[in-house]
Nanobody
Framework: QVQLVESGGGLVQAGGSLRLSCEYS????????MGWYRQAPGKERELVAS????????NYAESVKGRFIISRDNAKNTVYLQMNALKPEDTGLYFC?????????WGQGTQVTVSS
């Protein structure tokens, strides 16, 4: 059974940093893409950062470019999102997503709250 577990969220002041982690297990297939999404209250879920495996460049939402970095540690089956210079508008529930074969899986989310 595929499982994704996010962690690392919390309450931080504007200008601070957080590093989110997504540890995955149970995936017996090649992972084609990894991504982080977020959903603010009353808004739709949006893509924050993603990367296609195989050496493709990372993709970032315009609002986070230059501040967030997506990375992975294959040995630990973990995807990270380093978030720097956080702003109140970064507040939301952050989800990890993995794409494999013709399917994908989501984690349960980790809450990020940025105070002004």
């Amino acid at each position: 059974q595929v499982q994704l577990v996010e962690s690392g969220g919390g309450l931080v002041q504007a200008g601070g940093s957080l590093r989110l982690s997504c540890e995955y297990s149970g995936i017996a297939y090649r992972i084609n893409a990894m991504g982080w999404y977020r959903q603010a209250p009353g808004k739709e879920r949006e893509l924050v950062a993603s990367v296609f495996t195989g050496g493709s460049p990372m993709n970032y939402a315009e609002s986070v470019k230059g501040r967030f970095i997506i990375s992975r540690d294959n040995a630990k089956n973990t995807v990270y999102l380093q978030m720097n210079a956080l702003k109140p508008e970064d507040t939301g529930l952050y989800f990890c997503n993995l794409v494999y074969l013709s399917s994908d899986s989501w984690g349960q989310g980790t809450q990020v709250t940025v105070s002004s």
